[in-house]
């Protein structure tokens, strides 16, 4: 039977994100799931292109250095973690944590869910939503990942495994899973599918509901930020839950750090659509109940879609960046200057040729404080070229304007990138078929 409170700790937000609150949170959380969400469309697709350089990559290059410290943990804490740090390659990223675990001689149940590669599936007929244009107007497409739910994970988490891997599924369906599997809730249960969804939402960020992201000197501060504490879930039956952190980390939990979580990339808050669920916020309640313990109630849920959501990757090119600083007097008269010459000499080969003034409109396209005067300002170009030879001329005429630009100009930089766009489009449930494997570590053979 079903404990009356599941505990579950998200210990990644995003695949940059710090190592040890994840380690702080399977040493002190209490916790029975600790989830790493460390997977995005364009990681995704960045993985993808690492796979088809080579087969055995594609899955998240932190693997090794986060699971590291945190296998020897969850054994003897008997936590069971979730992560989606397979990316492109979960079977590859499976077989890494049984080579881990035989290495630390650690018995190591690992259960694999792939069927979220659905490059196969499309057709060059499928209608990308952003643009309305068909697939095959998009050249050199890699990838094609569509975000599974719960319905692919209850099978592994059935299986009892130490770690689940997988590759693209929803983020809130990461944590969501583990809430349906303990509570045996059925997938047809909107109500609670939507309020589990809630807490899925709010966790899947990690630090973010704990006040990062958040802080706001003077404003909204936030303590301690620099030790900040990743947020655990109290979950009952329900759905309904308590959001806290473990006691003596940083940072804080409170109405108003839930709440923006809440809100945070949700364009309707009344239709939050996932694989699982179309969730509904609107009548969520945020009551305080402690110190950095917050209580969730009232998520609510209508049926699911026929369909899943599929990220597309394709290679857009290539981006060319040039940036040169101006100090002192006069400084943004004379970084305007050098962008009006960057500006008659590429503009016509790159019309989309873009200029920021670092300090002074990079961020919103223009400034809002016309009278002030800045003491340095770095002027940066950017354009997106078919070809890299093409890429390089942005840098190329910026680095010029040493000797060919206004005085002063210094720290001149030039930089060049590959493109991956990002699209997405839908394709019927029926089309994708998931599939988990079971992997596991003897510590006394080197055998599978």
């Not at 998200?10 to 029975?32: C, I, K, S, W, Y």
């Not at 799931?33 to 088809?52: D, F, G, M, W």
């Not at 004379?334 to 989309?352: N, S």
Request: aromatic letters at 6%.
């Amino acid at each position: 039977m079903a404990t009356p409170t599941l505990r579950i700790g998200a210990g990644a937000g995003f695949q940059g994100d710090r190592f040890e609150p994840a380690v702080v949170l399977a040493e002190q959380g209490n916790l029975d799931y600790l989830v790493l969400e460390c997977l995005a469309e364009r990681t995704i697709a960045l993985a993808q292109k690492s796979k088809l350089g080579d087969p055995a990559m594609g899955y998240d290059a932190f693997l090794r250095r986060r699971l590291e410290p945190l296998l020897p943990l969850i054994k003897k804490r008997g936590v069971r973690l979730v992560t989606n740090m397979g990316a492109a390659n979960p079977a590859a990223a499976g077989r890494i944590v049984i080579e881990i675990a035989r290495q630390m001689r650690l018995a190591i149940k690992v259960a694999v869910v792939t069927g979220d590669d659905v490059l196969a599936q499309l057709s060059p007929d499928t209608r990308i939503i952003e643009s309305g244009r068909p697939l095959r107007t998009y050249a050199n497409v890699i990838s094609a990942n569509a975000y599974l739910g719960v319905e692919a994970m209850l099978p592994a988490l059935a299986s009892g495994a130490d770690v689940v891997i997988t590759g693209r599924v929803a983020d809130p369906s990461l944590f969501l899973a583990p809430i349906v599997h303990h509570f045996g809730w059925r997938l047809d249960d909107w109500m609670r599918l939507g309020q589990g969804t809630v807490v899925g939402h709010l966790l899947e960020c990690a630090g973010q509901i704990t006040g990062g992201y958040f802080a706001d000197p003077g404003k909204k501060d936030v303590p301690d930020l620099a030790h900040l504490g990743f947020p655990l879930a109290e979950v009952q039956v329900d759905g309904s839950a308590i959001i806290g952190k473990v006691a003596g980390t940083g940072g804080v939990v409170n109405f108003a750090t839930v709440k923006e979580q809440l809100l945070y990339e949700v364009t309707d808050p009344a239709a939050y659509v996932t694989p699982d669920v179309v969730a509904d916020f609107t009548q969520v309640r945020i009551e305080g109940v402690g110190t950095d313990r917050v209580r969730v109630s009232g998520g609510i849920g209508h049926a699911r879609s026929e369909t899943y959501k599929v990220s597309i990757g394709y290679q857009a090119g290539f981006r060319g960046e040039g940036e040169i600083s101006y100090a002192g007097q006069n400084a943004l008269a004379r970084a305007e200057l050098a962008g009006r010459v960057i500006d008659e000499r590429l503009r016509e080969d790159f019309p989309d040729l873009r200029l920021d003034y670092i300090g002074c409109n990079s961020v919103h396209g223009k400034s809002f404080a016309p009278h002030s005067v800045p003491y340095e300002v770095r002027l940066r170009a950017a354009a997106l070229a078919a070809t890299r030879a093409q890429a390089e001329r942005i840098g190329e005429e910026v680095e010029a304007l040493y000797t060919n630009g206004p005085a002063g100009g210094g720290a001149a930089r030039k930089h060049l990138t590959e493109v991956i766009g990002i699209v997405s489009a839908l394709l019927a449930r029926s089309e994708a078929d998931s599939k988990v494997t079971v992997l596991e570590s003897d510590p006394h053979h080197e055998t599978v």
